[in-house]
């Protein structure tokens, strides 16, 4: 597990981004880029 991760802002500035999401649905974008249980590929562990 990581003590931090990177959020690059370009993520925050793609069209898809902005037409699609939510300012919820931004915020879990965020929560499953940072999250603590993510590997380094992007596994998370589902209990």
């Not at 300012?23 to 965020?30: A, S």
């Amino acid at each position: 597990m990581a003590k931090f991760r990177y959020v690059y802002t370009d993520f925050w500035n793609d069209t898809k981004v902005i037409e699609r999401c939510t300012p919820k649905g931004k915020l879990f974008w965020l929560y499953l880029l940072i999250k603590s249980h993510t590997k380094q590929i992007g596994v998370y562990r589902n209990t």
